[in-house]
């Protein structure tokens, strides 16, 4: 007996000296590895599902493969298909493509404490571009207060052509998205974490994913609270209006020509190559999506991850009412300064072009009265130029985030909502540039979700190069979340923060997370009221592929 207890204080010795955790998963063991700088075990590259690939890879994920072995949980650069884009092209050095990409990372505290609460956090990337490596959370949880888990998920055309078929009934990459929230449910506690006290979280189409996992039944009991950083469930480009004729126009953009024929088009998506499938990253379309995101399912029998629109299902109410933190930058639109100097040009000569996808109108002459209306608004009556180039800020930030959002929240309030804090971040310092042909500094898209992250930036991982401004935000912002994480309150009962209540009626009060936090009263309200007098009238309510695409074609 006691040779073999000191064999087993022999291995726990060589593992500590190694600095290496094992935990025995459902699916087998997996080894990681202690932190070069500490505090923490990362368990990166553990399979939390399998993606179909070849002809089957736009169906829903499959379980994880088993292994027998332990499983060395090491950063592999496993990512999901997507495009190729010089501004981003930090995401994918060193990252090997895969149809089977569906892999988490586990960030775990070195405490021994258990029952820990969980943060789960969905990228963004416009569901095009991204992986669960891009934003590293270490720092955050270096207080020993959480366990983060970041994951990726089908990708663009692989994640979301939605053709209402058996072999492409659309929203992988969102099944993907419940699948590894069931994981987590599974095996979180292995970790020590508390499977029934997990927090989904998420930054631009992260947000949307995050809001919209809220609504769908898929989802229910996963988690209990919800952090959409600068997106929501409402935003144009949270939902394809008609995904099937995406489906059509994609193809015909790779030169496919029998784009009517729902079999012909199904095989054809089928058989396409990777190269094909992501050859564009649809980040130039002036109305306010990404073309392939997350749709409207047709019911085929199988589970679906939403069968209703998310303005029905809020207007409704039929959802859990999770608490939420939800909020966004004061200069969203910032995302939208590279296309300037050519777009300015543009929304002189057919502003139709820019109002968003998810409104309609009877006829072109209607099109271009609402069109009029809404660039009277926001520049007057002079032409869209350098002189006012913050309107155009406002506009892109308004119709792409904040009006959403906002008209999200207010949605919640009458379903009688009480847990609901809204918060705008507008912390700027001396390193954030200014906005072009101005004096005037903003803070740009999912800016607080940088505060939070390690590092300067998305890419620059050293954070003393930081100014000890934003090094003092960025500890204001963590502790703000994982007070939300760990109490759902940002503010809880002895915080040395303001009180900061729920938001009521009037959208009113949000926190102003600036150089000081400040509660203020209504946000946006003229801005506000403007839009939803116009999505009160023109909304175009997201549709389903149509009933005739129901079929299923062999190859």
């Known amino acids: 007996m006691w040779k073999w207890t000191f064999v087993c204080v022999c291995v726990a010795a060589v593992l500590a000296d190694e600095g290496s955790r094992v935990v025995r998963l459902a699916q087998g ?44 949980a ?60 891009w934003f590293q959370y270490k720092n955050l949880i270096r207080t020993k207060n ?11 055309v692989h994640g979301f052509l939605c053709l209402g078929t058996k072999d492409i009934p659309g929203n992988a990459g969102m099944k993907d998205q419940v699948a590894l929230l069931r994981w987590v449910k599974d095996n979180i506690h292995a970790f020590g974490g508390n499977p029934n006290d997990v927090t989904l979280s998420g930054g631009s189409a992260g947000a949307a994913s995050a809001d919209l996992v809220m609504l769908s039944k898929a989802s229910k009991s996963l988690f209990n609270k919800v952090i959409p950083e600068s997106g929501s469930s409402l935003a144009a480009f949270a939902m394809q209006p008609d995904p099937l004729e995406n489906a059509k126009n994609f193809a ?12 012909a088009l199904e095989k054809f998506y089928k058989s396409a190559t990777l190269e094909q499938l992501t ?3 649809f980040f130039d379309k002036k109305n306010s999506t990404f073309v392939f995101s997350p749709c409207v399912e047709r019911n085929i029998g199988d589970e679906v991850f939403l069968d209703e629109d998310p303005l029905t299902i809020l207007q409704n109410g039929n959802y859990e009412k999770l608490p939420l933190l939800i909020g966004f930058a004061n200069m969203e639109g910032l995302l939208r300064i590279d296309f300037f100097e050519t777009w300015k ?37 002079k032409p869209v130029n ?69 590092g300067k930036n998305v890419y620059e991982k050293d954070e003393n190069k930081s100014s000890e401004e934003f090094k003092k935000m960025k500890s204001v912002v963590r502790k703000l979340w994982t007070n939300f994480v760990t109490t759902g309150f940002p503010v809880p009962e002895g915080s040395e923060f303001p009180s900061w209540p729920a938001v009521r ?31 009160d009238k023109y909304y175009h309510t997201p549709l389903p592929p149509p009933a005739y695409a129901r079929l299923n074609t062999e190859l």
């Open 252 to 263: 015909k953009q790779l030169n496919f020509r029998n784009a009517n024929d729902i079999s």
């Open 146 to 156: 959480m366990i983060v888990v970041t994951f990726n998920y089908r990708l663009g």
């Open 386 to 454: 350098n002189d006012n180039i913050l309107s155009y800020v406002d506009f892109f930030s308004d119709v792409i985030f904040n009006i959403p959002a906002l008209r999200s929240v207010d949605l919640h309030l009458k379903n009688g909502h009480d847990k609901v804090y809204l918060y705008e971040y507008s912390f700027t310092d001396d390193e954030v540039p200014l906005v072009p042909h101005t004096e005037v500094r903003g803070a740009n898209h999912c800016a607080q979700t940088l505060a939070l992250l390690d």
């Open 74 to 133: 090491v950063d592999r650069g496993i990512i999901c298909p997507q495009a190729s884009m010089d501004s981003f092209s930090a995401i994918i050095v060193n990252k090997t493509m895969k149809e089977d990409c569906l892999i988490a990372s586990i960030l775990v505290p070195d405490t021994q404490d258990n029952n820990l609460p969980v943060l789960v956090h969905i990228h963004g990337g416009a569901f095009q571009i991204g992986n669960g490596y």
């Open 345 to 381: 040009n543009a929304m002189n000569e057919k502003f139709t072009d820019f109002l968003p996808a998810d409104l309609t109108f009877k006829n072109e002459e209607q099109k271009q009265d609402i069109a009029n209306i809404v660039k009277q608004f926001y520049f007057g009556d």
């Open 505 to 535: 009626a009037n959208l009113t009060p949000y926190m102003s997370l600036g150089r000081t936090l400040e509660l203020k009263g209504a946000l946006l309200e003229r801005r506000v009221r403007f839009w939803n007098d116009i999505y």
């Open 29 to 72: 063991p997996v080894r990681g590895y202690r932190d070069p700088q500490g505090d923490l075990f990362a368990f990166y590259g553990v399979p939390y599902a399998s993606a179909p690939t070849g002809p089957n890879k736009f169906k829903p994920p499959m379980p994880p493969p088993t292994n027998q072995e332990i499983l060395e």
């Open 279 to 281: 050859s564009d990253a």
